[in-house]
């Protein structure tokens, strides 16, 4: 439940957010210099302006004050709804083997009804802002041109007609406004949760964990600029991943510890040491957003970086019959793409790095062996002078390992 809410921030964060603030930055030049061109042809309109400004920040107050607590409890209900579905969906098995169908139902349908009331009152809030600034934005457009009919001939007809044109659009203009205000205020909400995650509490029970496990691995010491492959077997359960995970200190041990070119990893920065470390997971890892910025997520490299590694991972035809190309929308956790094209994105993520350090955690354990071969090709043509370390339970995939 925490990771899908995370999930949904992060993309507020990521993706809409900046989308808002942007906009909002735009309507405001596009209001400023509406106003003045009004006020050119008729100076009584900024009398006008500041009252119906008031309200305007009035109401932007009275709809935020609701609108913030309506969507972050309609955030907390959506949750529970995903949580319920994926739970449903592993063990619908045993759902049925014990005859539980109605409870699980009954269960989905209240976290159903309860998300949607959140979200018909998020409806019905926007309803109740949008008839109030219609209603002050036609009011601006009549005082409008009620002072330019007083002025009379005092103005020339081009310039009356310029100002009724321009006040006519200003009620488009100001609804966006307020309404971008309300979402960038809003989706805060997102931003204040992210930070609420980055400052909870560390899971002690890995650490109690690791105390009991580690003096049963074996630390290997390796010589400054001596480079080889290792293979790493062993039956489900018996560590392989979880010294991945201390090579990359995802788990903290107690004691014992892990030198680099004669540098002990837990001295330096966790920025430092991930950056200089490349992985392939047995699950490939992509995230809701383009091709693009899955590949290059920090946008480091040029699209014909990009390129060059999608061919060599024999992408490059697939990636060119998309409409976008590199453009192309990817799913959360790439759904919309096979479980060997998701393996093979995350290799060319790992191309585009080039690390001295490559960790295969079975990478190709999902794959097909046709796949299988290519992921093991590229690895052995482009990271030959770099040390590589493989996880596999497939004897083959492990018999070019020099130890």
């Known amino acids: 439940r925490l990771f899908c809410a995370l999930l949904q921030d992060l993309f507020i964060v990521d993706v809409r957010f900046h989308y808002y603030l942007r906009t909002w930055l ?16 008729s100076p009584l309109f900024i009398v006008v302006v500041i009252p119906l400004g008031y309200f305007y920040f009035t109401i932007q107050r009275y709809y935020i004050a609701s609108s913030r607590q309506i969507r972050r409890l309609a955030g907390a209900s959506h949750s529970p709804v995903i949580s ?35 979200f018909y009152n998020n409806v019905i809030s926007n309803r109740w802002l949008s008839v109030r600034l219609e209603f002050l934005g036609n009011l601006m457009v009549f005082f409008a041109a009620l002072f330019v009919v007083l002025a009379g001939n005092t103005v020339s007809s081009s310039t009356v007609g310029l100002s009724i044109s321009y006040a006519l659009n200003i009620i488009q203009s100001l609804n966006f406004w307020v309404r ?6 809003t989706n805060a909400v997102s931003i204040e949760r992210v930070c609420e995650y980055a400052k909870m509490d560390k899971e002690v029970s890995i650490l109690l964990e690791m105390v009991s496990i580690l003096p049963e691995y074996l630390i290997y010491s390796l010589p400054e600029n001596f480079l080889f492959q290792v293979g790493i077997v062993g039956r489900t359960g ?10 990359f200190r995802v788990l ?11 540098i002990d990893i837990s001295t330096i920065g966790l920025h430092d040491l991930r950056g200089n470390l490349n992985i392939i997971p047995q699950d490939p890892i992509l995230f809701s957003g383009t091709l ?6 920090l946008g480091k490299h040029t699209d014909l970086e990009l390129w060059e590694v999608l061919e060599l991972c024999d992408l490059k035809d697939f990636v060119q019959s998309l409409p976008k190309k590199l453009l192309h929308e990817i799913s959360e956790g790439g759904e919309n793409l096979s479980v060997g094209q998701r393996q093979l994105v995350c290799l060319a993520r790992v191309l585009l790095r080039k690390t001295k350090i490559l960790v ?27 040390t590589i370390l493989t996880i596999a339970h497939r004897l083959h995939t492990v018999m070019d390992s020099e130890r």
Request: net charge negative; with cysteine.
């Open 26 to 41: 735009n309507c405001t030049l596009d209001v400023i210099g509406t106003i003045l061109v009004i006020a050119s042809a």
């Open 84 to 118: 319920h579905f994926s739970e449903t969906l592993v063990g619908r098995s045993t759902i049925r083997a014990f005859g539980h169908q109605e409870r699980f139902i009954r269960k989905n349908n209240d976290v159903v009804y309860e998300n949607l009331v959140y």
């Open 180 to 185: 971008k205000a309300c979402e960038i205020e």
């Open 238 to 247: 018996a560590g392989k991943s979880t010294l991945t995970n201390c090579l």
């Open 252 to 262: 903290e041990g107690s004691e014992g510890k892990i030198i680099i070119d004669g």
């Open 292 to 297: 693009q910025s899955n590949l290059d997520p």
């Open 360 to 386: 295969l955690d079975e990478a190709t354990a999902s794959v097909d062996m046709e796949t299988d071969n290519l992921v093991q090709s590229t690895i052995k043509k482009e990271f030959y002078n770099c």
